[in-house]
């Protein structure tokens, strides 16, 4: 079985390597997706995988790396869309600053 979770972190989580620790937990874990710069600070994140390895990444999310001083971190539950590999994304452009929850 397949889940899907849509994060979306504020607080101290650019510039103290989020989106590569991400990257590399979600590796290690079998967990596809990827992860992205929010023009207004934040991070937003999708991660696919078995609910057990998903959720643990969802926890991850809510601490962040060492440098990282997450304040607030929600999920949404959405349809697996069949995503292979785990990518960190471009930052996204001014305006487009979804929000998950």
Request: some cysteine.
């Amino acid at each position: 079985m397949t889940v899907r979770q849509h994060v979306h972190v504020s607080g101290r989580v650019q510039g103290v390597f989020y989106r590569d620790t991400c990257r590399r937990f979600a590796e290690e874990r079998g967990v596809a997706g990827w992860v992205r710069n929010l023009h207004n600070g934040d991070v937003e994140a999708v991660f696919e995988g078995r609910p057990d390895d998903v959720a643990e990444m969802a926890g991850w999310a809510a601490q962040g790396p060492p440098a990282a001083l997450v304040i607030h971190c929600t999920g949404v539950a959405e349809e697996p869309e069949g995503l292979s590999g785990f990518r960190v994304l471009p930052d996204a452009p001014p305006g487009d600053d979804a929000r998950a929850g």
